[in-house]
């Protein structure tokens, strides 16, 4: 069984991300069955399935295949549209297609020509490429249908944050971008808009010669060529050098260097002094694996060897063919690194690694939770997608505060892992049989 998200999973994150738009998926019901458990374990607070057992307030709809394999699903499909609409009040609707509805050929962009005149919503399809595609195929496609909506010649001329992902509106991924703003205010940086930052899609738009602030998860490479403005490349600021490189990008490109230098000088001193005591007491030398996303694996690989741990395993949640597309580069991990892998294989390798004592800690997205555990392993769930740990309160993993949780986090995980051990050899020692004298 594979580990990396299928591609409707990557839909129902994107489409959670854009609070005040809605979700059409050509596929069967049981896409209703995916969003009930992303509510119900990755996110408490989307509610792509709704709020109430009627579920008028769904985010995310499916169309019923039941009767309509043989025939089609044009007629339902245009159905589902003027319901969705009905419900949403004028907010733009993202058009979906499954693999299913791709090898049966479904005309959903002829039903969305004859739809769209008689809605007030905007009906946004999604083009799909290939059966292959994974979850980052899906946001990337996501944010190349809405980048098409909200570009206007007469839009304000601002610049926009793309590709950035944010998995889930709970505090641990809310907290990220939270904390981006606060870098991105006190650095001084002009007013950005975000499409993907929790707080919906705004009525002006934006300019079709924008500047861009593109993220690596969901903006693709070749989405330059179309675009006639400045395109500023930044990687996730995840760790102190990959939150310095960010700003310092960002900062060359709208001339205020020696803002984000001082800036910088301000915010490290004073991390670095409430950091020593966790990698002193808790974290130096400690051995991770590390599973994500290309790029939030980067990150994290990044800030774990500032932490002066080290990275002992890395496996990435991205299908194996796309590192070309992606221009990324497994060996700036320096680390064994595994790409889409099965999952019974990656549980070997952890087993392997807790008992040759190369491991101490799992680090990254959920999908592991219970290879780890069995492997006697500590958890520290970051990135999605997220299983079993929630935050309601800012506990982000990105920027200068980001840092900081996650040293707080991983000693937490790694010093309650090591208090069970010493009950268990306690628990395991044979007791001294009393004396009858006594």
Known sequence: MKITPRYLDGVVMAANALVNARAVVDSPRCMAERTMFFDAVSDWYGYTAGTGPYSRDRRVYAANWDHYLALGTEGILGDLFKLVA????????????????????????????????????????????????????????????????????????????????????????????AEIQRLWGLAGFPAVEWPFSGGGLSQGGVALDSPLVAFPFGWRNHSADSHASDIISVDLPIGISGTCRFLRKVGSHFDRENEVEQLIQREVPLLMSKLRPFMANALMGRGALVVADPWTAAGLASALRELSMGLDLAVLLRREDAALEDGRDENLLEAPTLVDPHYEDVEE???????????????????????????????????????FQHFALPTPYMGFEGMLRMAERLTAAIGRAEHQRRVRRMQARPRAKPDPRD
């Open 86 to 177: 009905s419900r949403c009040s004028g907010e733009p609707i993202l058009v979906y297609r499954s693999s299913l509805s791709l090898l049966a050929n479904n005309d959903v962009e002829g039903v969305i020509e004859q739809i769209a005149p008689h809605v007030e919503s905007p009906l946004l399809c999604v083009s799909r490429r290939s059966l292959d595609d994974d979850w980052v195929d899906a946001w990337r496609d996501t944010e190349e249908a809405v980048w098409e909506y909200i570009s206007k010649p007469d839009a304000p001329n601002k610049p926009v944050i793309v590709g950035f992902p944010l998995f889930r509106l709970e505090g641990d991924e809310l907290g990220n971008v």
């Open 349 to 387: 390798l952890l087993r392997e690694r807790a008992e040759k004592g190369l491991c101490d800690v799992v680090v990254g997205s959920g999908v592991l939770v219970d290879a780890a555990e069995r492997a006697s392993l500590p958890y520290v769930e970051i990135t999605a997608p997220q299983c």
